[in-house]
């Protein structure tokens, strides 16, 4: 992980813990990946089992999904771990 990513995270952490008091605690992933069954599927994956709502949606053109989750988390690391599994999708921007 280069040194930007690693600050991105460390800030992001410090920013969960200052928003969330308690955990576990609701969050709110959104990602763009190209419109590609494989690529949501594999994002999909990665929240199977863990009670999420995922709510998908493509773009006018269809080139690109908006994907969704909504999903109760432990702490910030496991947030972040999440950020880490699926950034490994190609073409993925998480927001």
Request: proline share 3%; hydrophobic share 40%; aromatic share 10%.
């Given at each position: 992980?280069?040194?930007?990513?690693?600050?991105?995270?460390?800030?992001?952490?410090?920013?969960?813990?200052?928003?969330?008091?308690?955990?576990?605690?609701?969050?709110?992933?959104?990602?763009?990946?190209?419109?590609?069954?494989?690529?949501?599927?594999?994002?999909?994956?990665?929240?199977?089992?863990?009670?999420?709502v995922i709510d998908t949606r493509q773009s006018k053109e269809g080139k690109f999904t908006?994907?969704?989750?909504?999903?109760?988390?432990?702490?910030?690391?496991?947030?972040?771990?999440?950020?880490?599994?699926?950034?490994?999708?190609?073409?993925?921007?998480?927001?």
């Amino acid at each position: 992980m280069d040194k930007k990513t690693t600050e991105f995270y460390i800030r992001l952490k410090e920013e969960l813990n200052s928003v969330n008091k308690v955990w576990p605690s609701k969050y709110l992933y959104k990602f763009i990946v190209p419109t590609d069954a494989e690529k949501i599927a594999s994002v999909e994956k990665a929240f199977d089992r863990m009670g999420a709502v995922i709510d998908t949606r493509q773009s006018k053109e269809g080139k690109f999904t908006s994907i969704s989750v909504d999903v109760v988390m432990p702490s910030a690391d496991e947030i972040i771990k999440k950020y880490q599994e699926v950034s490994t999708v190609e073409g993925i921007i998480s927001l």
